[in-house]
């Protein structure tokens, strides 16, 4: 087929990279602009862009597709289908209808359940014990259009980057099965039970909140692993907590019980296993508090 590819982030190239190797015509990848980024605030081309010039194929950056001219250029390259992951801008209607076979999305959850900008992370944060990749025919509304095909896999104790990564891949398998017989994927309109929004992810959201039960506090670190991080303040100090276990243990919520930073929460308690100073490696905790002891009774923030 010949195909426009539209998508930003890492959790994008898998299925690009899967289209390429499946023999598709893949005429040109949109993605979002380069934007500034590290010490030097260089601009900086994002994960698909650089995927696409890798393989050769043409790289366009609008930064809107509202305006006729840019519409026009889409519909020029007379694609038989736009194939979308997490691309990140609106597509308005002229675009959806200028392929012959519509736009396709790789959308990061089992829809009706997570449309949205951020489904994994919401998925692991309401203790689902299962997600997926939904493939479906996109329309106007926010994830909203008939569904083609899923796959589900479990949440079980994945942070954000482990699941992502492994629904980028899924979902990449999933799109090429869809493409090589769209006679055996019938749409299927979503039910309006089950309907639930991933907002985005505010970054306030990563401040550990120890007053909620040890279990869900769990659920944040691994929402927000490995980005923005999931974090606590000790004397003014930011620590962002990459690995923690819930254990027994009860006191003053964001309270430490021990010396070896056990923290009292709104049930239970929870130790974390993996912490980062700010500007330093992540390191074990037991090697963090050999260089910066910890006692009972510190109150955390």
């Known amino acids: 087929m010949r195909i426009v590819f539209m998508g930003t982030p890492d959790f994008a190239v898998p299925t690009l990279a899967a289209l390429v190797a499946a023999g598709h ?43 006729a001219e840019e519409q026009a250029a889409f519909a020029a390259l007379g694609a038989d289908v736009a194939v979308v ?26 829809l009706p359940r997570w ?12 203790g689902d014990e299962a997600t997926g990749i939904t493939i479906m025919q996109m329309e106007r509304g926010l994830d ?24 980028a891949e899924k979902g990449a398998a999933l799109m090429v099965s869809v493409l090589a017989d769209l006679s055996a994927y019938p749409p299927l309109v979503q039910p309006e039970a089950g309907v639930t929004y991933a907002h985005k992810i505010d970054k306030a959201e990563s401040r550990l909140d ?7 506090v769990e659920r944040q670190i691994r929402a927000f692993a490995p980005a923005p991080g999931a ?18 243990g009860t006191g003053e919520p964001g309270t430490t019980l021990d010396g070896a930073l056990t923290i009292a929460c709104g049930t239970s308690a929870l130790r974390p296993t993996l912490i980062q100073r700010a500007g330093k490696p992540a390191m074990e905790t037991a090697a963090l508090l050999r260089g910066r002891a910890i006692a009972a009774g510190t109150r955390l923030g």
């Open 144 to 167: 909203t259009g008939p569904m083609l095909a899923t796959v589900e896999t479990p949440v079980a104790g994945k942070t954000a980057g482990d699941l992502t990564a492994e629904l």
């Open 85 to 110: 992951a997490a691309y990140g801008l609106i597509l308005p209607q002229a675009v959806l209808d200028a392929p012959r076979l519509g736009c396709l999305n790789v959308h990061g959850s089992l």
């Open 210 to 216: 120890f007053s909620q039960s040890a279990q869900q």
């Open 25 to 67: 015509d893949v005429v040109a990848a949109y993605s979002q602009p380069p934007r500034a980024a590290g010490r030097g605030k260089q601009l900086q081309p994002t994960a698909v862009h650089r995927a696409a010039e890798a393989l050769g194929i043409p790289v366009r950056t609008p930064v809107s597709l509202k305006g």
């Open 231 to 248: 974090f606590l303040e000790l004397e003014g100090e930011r620590y962002r907590v990459l690995a923690a276990e819930v254990t027994d």
């Open 115 to 126: 449309r949205g900008a951020a489904p994994v992370q919401r998925a692991i944060l309401a």
